[in-house]
């Protein structure tokens, strides 16, 4: 059984830094790309970054506009893990972020291409 796990969300001050992990289970995680989405009050799923399978450095990596720079996406196979490093955190940055997988290798565009979901993490940026 497919199952993702978020963790890592907390309360951090603006230019704060937070690392989130997604822990995979029921399937190799360097057979899938994993993705990372996120969800305000009010607003729609924004899909934040996402990473292809592959080992060795052969992945491609994907940042929505909105956190280039400022975030940055990593896998570790060995321990079925996606993390998700976010530094200069942002008020507007502020939702549930949320880990999938589309049960393919490349990254895809759109979330309804992702059919396994985790439960999500609130990262809270406020002073």
């Known amino acids: 059984q497919v199952q993702l796990v978020e963790s890592g969300g907390d309360l951090v001050q603006p230019g704060g830094s937070l690392r989130l992990s997604c822990a995979a289970s029921g399937f190799t995680l360097d057979d899938y790309a994993i993705g990372w989405f996120r969800q305000a009050p009010g607003k729609e799923r924004e899909g934040v970054s996402c990473?292809?399978?592959?080992?060795?450095?052969?992945?491609?990596?994907h940042y929505g506009d909105s956190v280039k720079g400022r975030f940055t996406i990593s896998r570790d196979n060995a321990k079925n893990t996606v993390y998700l490093q976010m530094n200069s955190l942002k008020p507007e940055d502020t939702a549930v972020y949320y880990c999938a997988t589309p049960e393919a290798s490349d990254c895809l565009y759109g979330y309804s291409q992702y059919h396994y979901w985790g439960q999500g993490t609130q990262v809270t940026v406020s002073s």
């Open positions: 990473i292809s399978s592959g080992d060795f450095g052969d992945f491609s990596t």
